[in-house]
C-alpha cells in the first residue's frame, strides 16, 4: 500500500506570494489533516477534512486555507506569504475523523524570503 | 497555551541502557495519548499510544506509562539502539472526533 504523498517536497517563495501544497492520503483515508513544524514548536494543528468537509480548525490566520477533493487528496493554500510561514508543512491521513493514529507523509520544506 | 508539554528538548542516552521520555499535560479532558518518532526528512511516524483508562501499556521494548492525576506519561525504551535516535512527540487528543494536540518534541540521541 503506499503511503502518503506531498507535493512537491521544497518550495521557494518570496514575501507576498502565494503557495499551494498537495497532499495524496494512503488508499481508503478519508481524513488528511495538516500541520505546520518549526523549530521548537512542535506540530501545530492547521485543520483536518474528512469526505471533503473540514472537520476541525486549528489557531491559524485566514490566509491559511485547504479543501479535499472527492478521490480524498488535500490540498493546503497559503496567500500573502509571510517569512514567519517558512516551515515544513505535514500531512497526515487516517481512516476516521480524528484518526488519533495518523500516518504522515514527508513533508513539505517552505521557504519565503 | 501548550497544552502538551515536553520539558527536555534532548537526550543522550548508552547504547542498551534505558531511554526515559517525559511528556505532561495540561488539560484533564484528554482520553487518548500517543507517541510518535521522527527521523530527519521523514515524517512523523506512530510508536505507541494508551487510553486514559489504562496506566501502562508495552509494545517490545516500548513502554507508555501514564499517571493521570499527576497528568504525566512517559515513554520508556529498554534497551535503547542508535537506531532509536530521532525526535519523539508526545501528543494528546481529547475525543475521538478531535483533533490531536503535539508536544514540541525531545531529540533522543542513543551513543553507542
Known amino acids: 500500500k503506499a503511503g502518503v504523498t506531498q507535493t512537491p517536497r521544497y518550495l521557494i517563495k518570496t514575501r507576498g506570494q502565494q503557495v499551494t501544497l498537495s497532499c495524496s492520503p494512503i488508499?481508503?483515508?478519508?481524513?488528511v489533516s495538516w500541520y505546520q513544524q518549526t523549530p521548537g514548536q512542535g506540530l501545530q494543528f492547521l485543520f483536518e477534512?474528512?469526505?471533503?468537509?473540514?472537520?476541525n480548525k486549528g489557531n491559524f490566520p485566514g490566509r491559511f486555507s485547504g479543501r479535499q477533493f472527492s478521490n480524498s487528496r488535500s490540498e493546503m493554500n497559503v496567500s500573502t506569504l509571510e517569512l514567519g510561514d517558512s516551515a515544513l508543512y505535514l500531512c497526515?491521513?487516517?481512516?476516521?475523523?480524528?484518526?488519533?493514529?495518523?500516518?504522515f507523509g514527508p513533508g513539505t520544506r517552505l521557504t519565503v524570503l | 497555551d501548550q497544552q502538551v508539554k515536553q520539558n527536555s528538548p534532548s537526550l543522550s542516552v548508552q547504547e542498551g541502557r534505558i531511554s526515559i521520555l517525559n511528556c505532561d499535560y495540561t488539560?484533564?479532558?484528554?482520553?487518548?495519548f500517543l507517541w510518535y518518532k521522527k527521523y530527519p526528512a521523514e515524517g512523523p511516524t506512530f510508536l505507541i499510544s494508551?487510553?486514559?483508562?489504562?496506566d501502562k501499556n508495552e509494545d517490545g521494548r516500548f513502554t507508555v506509562f501514564l499517571n493521570k492525576s499527576a497528568k504525566h506519561l512517559s515513554l520508556h525504551i529498554v534497551p535503547s539502539q542508535p537506531g532509536d535516535s530521532a525526535v519523539y512527540f508526545c501528543?494528546?487528543?481529547?475525543?475521538?472526533?478531535?483533533?490531536?494536540?503535539f508536544g514540541p518534541g525531545t531529540s533522543l540521541s542513543v551513543i553507542p
Open positions: 488539560n484533564s479532558m484528554f482520553d487518548y
Open positions: 501528543a494528546a487528543r481529547k475525543t475521538s472526533y478531535d483533533k490531536v494536540i
Open positions: 477534512y474528512f469526505s471533503e468537509t473540514q472537520r
Open positions: 494508551i487510553s486514559s483508562i489504562k
Open positions: 488508499s481508503g483515508h478519508r481524513s
Open positions: 497526515a491521513s487516517s481512516y476516521t475523523s480524528g484518526g488519533a493514529e495518523q500516518f
